[in-house]
Nanobody, 115 residues
């Protein structure tokens, strides 16, 4: 079973930037579209950005122009560059396959945007 390990979260002031990484233990990027998801306690997990086999990406409206998803297939690593962060971006961020989730969720990485 492939494992996903997210990292790169932290505390950042509004307007700041973070780069999240998701390392996969196997070569799932060759077989699946991938996405970043986020969850706030009490809310459902939502997709934030997805990247397809072709390399094209789509984004939730609230993050368009601020977040960029990318991948390094050779390194089995997915990235999320987050700029101009807002307090409403505060959440635990996860990666997984998209749109169907076929891998167990990792532990996620906490992103907190606060002054």
């Amino acid at each position: 079973q492939v494992q996903l390990v997210e990292s790169g979260g932290g505390l950042v002031q509004p307007g700041g930037s973070l780069r999240l990484s998701c390392a996969a233990s196997g070569s799932i990027f060759s077989f699946y579209n991938m996405a970043w998801y986020r969850q706030v306690p009490g809310n459902e997990r939502e997709s934030v950005a997805a990247i397809f086999h072709s390399g094209t990406a789509n984004y939730r409206d609230s993050v368009k122009g601020r977040f960029t998803i990318s991948r390094d297939i050779a390194k089995n690593t997915l990235y999320l560059q987050m700029n101009s962060l807002k307090p409403e971006d505060t959440a635990v961020y996860y990666c997984n396959t998209y749109p169907a989730v076929v891998v167990d969720w990792g532990q996620g990485t906490q992103v907190t945007v606060s002054s």
